[in-house]
């Protein structure tokens, strides 16, 4: 590719193919490339690095969340809700996620909500050892909204939790049942802690394309999702698609997973993301 | 739809007999939006609508079709032929066959090995599920319950045992206990990740399959093109199958794969109970990237 120094017209081009090519999607791909163009004609840019450096700016504003999450709000009990789409990596995310809160002080305990799918239980189950976690669970096949009704007695009783994360079964955002089933394990919360879930993260597989918006609309419909966790970003893929739910919903990406252990896990940082997309 | 963007397109431009360059290049910037909209990967969609423009100019429209329609004619006829004919599964030769399901974490391999697994028992095989990830908490709990739910055994032997080594007994037992079909589900894994790479070459090489299925998430975004040239460059892929079909991503991804691979797509997940697979159908798959 011709690298110049001075801005020709190519760079447009360039930059939103970059962004595409990054799962940006083409809408919001071409509004950032306007406002660098127009930030580049306003201040008088014309080095291509400074053209770059300006996209980035307008990425990361896109990307910067306008409050801090609530799971850190001082409260007796918090409840984060996890959901998804199926294999997006839910289960591995939040025995990552005891780990992570584990080492900030916190008393964590794991609902086993996904009574659906084959062996998950089990999965999550291992998941608690590694991180040394209690984890409450029925049998498989039982009522998902019975387990977080449990989950919460017993986190709020017996275990003395400050921090419940209920796993839930995959479910694609187009079945609505499945979708029903999530706003009734919310109500289950809800009934029995004020202002629960206090957290609801939408899972999300980096590798997703430009379907990752109709999930993250439906799911901020059912689910109330709160946040983001973007994750096997550990892969090729750049998850780009974030930019337009931000842009579109305004749901921010609060962490990432980078891989298949439990210490793959860090909070998000704009920045270093931004530059993995377009450096 | 596509066909409603570009008749307001064509509304804008005057009716004639034969589809005009001018014509042809505005509908083409809709055509790569649809594409590009539908994860279908940009390179792909480059050489995609320079064909579709090389077959739409000056082409006769017609009489029962608008122009909007005769080039939406063109795109689906275009995708159709790209998207490849149905395949079925390569059964040839002596038993017991060897199935070896790949692809990248998450992507509905174990289901589909226990789908394909079904689909065999009820069409006369007598197939044998093999849990080679040592890696997935759980992984193999997961694919003995599936098996029990089809009655179809399972072969396991840990999480200490290689991936290898397992493959390779699983075959022996496959020709000790007169097996037709061996299906090997492997653990997901990044294709730029050498050491797994590694492995699933030593898989390959110690069972021999005669199907090497890389398993795509119909979601999967633009890097599915390097997905699938990373695990076609390390094992020689023979088929693809694309799973979760039965959400509304466009799939797109299944053109960028076959494009790439030159690989045949032969099977759609089209759900998370163990019936539901189908074989793949270029028109259908066709209308839906086109949406
Ligand atoms: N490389 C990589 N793999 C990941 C990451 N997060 C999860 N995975 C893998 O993705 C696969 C699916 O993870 P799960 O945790 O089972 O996903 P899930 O969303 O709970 O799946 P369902 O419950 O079936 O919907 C597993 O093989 C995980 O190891 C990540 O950040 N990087
Ligand atoms: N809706 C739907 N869900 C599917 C389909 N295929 C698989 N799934 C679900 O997708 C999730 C992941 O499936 P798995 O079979 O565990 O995927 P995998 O590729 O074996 O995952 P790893 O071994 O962790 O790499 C599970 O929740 C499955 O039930 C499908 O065609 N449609
Ligand atoms: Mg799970
Ligand atoms: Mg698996």
Redesign the interface.
């Known amino acids: 590719i011709f690298q110049a120094n001075e801005i020709t017209d190519e760079l447009w081009e360039e930059l939103e ?1 970059t962004l ?4 940006v ?2 809408p919001v791909a071409q509004e950032l490339v306007e406002r660098t163009q127009k930030r580049v004609e306003r201040e008088n840019i014309k080095a291509t690095r400074d053209a770059y450096l300006i996209l980035q700016q307008e990425m990361v504003r896109i990307l910067t969340p306008a409050e801090p999450m609530r799971i850190d709000d001082p409260r007796l009990l918090t409840i984060v809700l996890v959901v998804g ?5 839910k289960t591995t995310t939040i025995g990552k996620m005891a780990h992570w809160y584990k080492n900030r002080g916190r008393k964590v305990v794991l609902g086993a909500a996904d009574t ?4 998950a239980i ?2 999550l ?3 608690g050892e590694r991180a040394g976690v209690d984890i409450i669970a029925h049998e498989p096949g039982a009522d998902p909204g019975a387990v977080v009704f449990d989950a919460v007695r017993a986190s709020q009783e017996s275990r003395q939790a400050d921090l419940l994360i209920v796993d839930t079964a995959g479910r ?3 079945k609505y049942n499945l979708m029903q089933e999530l706003e009734k394990i919310k109500r289950v919360a809800a009934k029995q802690v004020h202002r629960a879930p206090h957290e609801v993260f939408l899972v999300l ?1 980096a ?6 918006i ?1 999930q993250a609309k439906s799911f901020k419909d059912s689910a109330g999702v709160t946040g983001i966790i973007l994750t ?1 970003l ?5 998850g780009g ?1 974030v930019l337009s739910i931000n842009h579109e919903l305004g749901v921010p990406v609060r962490f990432v997973g980078t891989g ?1 252990q439990i210490a793959d896990f860090a909070e998000f940082d704009p920045v270093a993301f931004v530059e993995g997309l377009v450096g | 739809s596509l066909t409603d963007k570009l008749q307001g397109v064509f509304d804008k431009l005057a009716r004639q007999g034969k589809l005009t360059e001018a014509d042809v290049n505005a509908a083409m910037r809709e055509v790569r ?1 649809a594409l ?4 279908v990967n ?1 390179k792909v969609v480059k050489d995609f609508v320079a064909r579709v423009r090389e077959r739409a100019v000056g082409r006769e429209v017609m009489e029962s079709l608008t122009p909007a329609q005769q080039v939406v004619k063109i795109v689906n006829e275009e995708l159709i032929e790209l998207l490849g004919k149905p395949a079925p599964l390569n059964l040839s030769g002596q038993t017991p066959h060897v199935l070896m399901l790949v692809g ?5 391999k174990t289901t589909m090995a226990a789908k394909l697994a079904l689909r065999l028992r009820k069409s006369g095989q007598r197939p044998i599920l093999v849990a080679a990830d040592i ?5 193999i ?2 694919l003995e ?2 098996g029990k ?1 089809i009655d179809v055994p399972v072969h396991s032997e840990g999480t200490s045992v290689p991936a290898a080594t397992i493959a390779k007994n699983a075959v022996r037992l496959a020709r000790e206990k007169a097996y037709t079909t061996v299906i090997l589900d492997t653990a997901g894994r ?3 990740d050498d050491q797994m790479m590694q492995e699933l070459e030593q898989v390959r090489m110690v069972t021999r399959p005669s199907e090497i299925l890389l398993i795509v ?8 093109v ?2 699938a040239e990373g695990f076609n460059q390390r094992v020689a892929l023979t088929g693809l199958i694309m799973t ?1 079909i ?5 799939g ?2 299944a053109l960028s794969v076959r494009q790439v691979t030159g690989v045949p797509i032969k099977f759609l997940g089209t759900g ?1 109970k163990l019936p539901d697979i189908e074989p793949f159908q270029p028109d259908r798959l066709a209308g839906r990237i086109l949406g």
């Open positions: 193919e595409i090519l990054g799962d999607g083409v789409v199926n294999g997006s990596g659906f799918r084959a062996a089990d999965q189950k291992i998941w694609l955002q187009t597989d590798s997703t394309g430009q379907n990752a109709s096997k550990d892969g090729t893929s750049k698609a298949e | 939006l590009l909209e539908a994860d940009y990248l974490q998450g992507s509905g890696y997935r908490p759980a992984a709990q997961q319950i599936l739910q990044l294709q730029i998430d119909a979601m999967t975004g633009q890097e599915a390097h997905v979760k039965d959400g509304d991503a466009r797109g991804a998370e």
